[in-house]
């Protein structure tokens, strides 16, 4: 038997993970694009990142029986 089938046809873009990671520290250089500063006089702040999903892709399978 074969199959076949395509994910996300329109290419959408989307995100279905993310993360953020809230830590202290007593400096913290904020040029990183990824951390915000929560509180600077407490040294607190935080890093959120998404991660993309792949676009349009194809499968195709194969099913042998013996």
């Known amino acids: 038997m074969i199959s076949s089938w395509v ?3 329109l290419n959408q873009n989307y995100i279905s993970n993310a993360w ?5 520290a007593g400096s913290y250089a904020t040029s990183d694009p990824y951390v915000n500063t ?7 702040y935080n890093m959120i990142g998404a ?3 792949a676009g349009i892709n ?3 399978g194969l ?3 013996f």
């Open 7 to 9: 994910r996300n046809l």
């Open 20 to 24: 953020i990671y809230r830590f202290q």
């Open 38 to 44: 929560e509180d600077s006089n407490n040294g607190r």
């Open 51 to 53: 991660y993309n999903q």
């Open 58 to 60: 194809f499968f195709l």
């Open 63 to 65: 099913k042998l029986r």
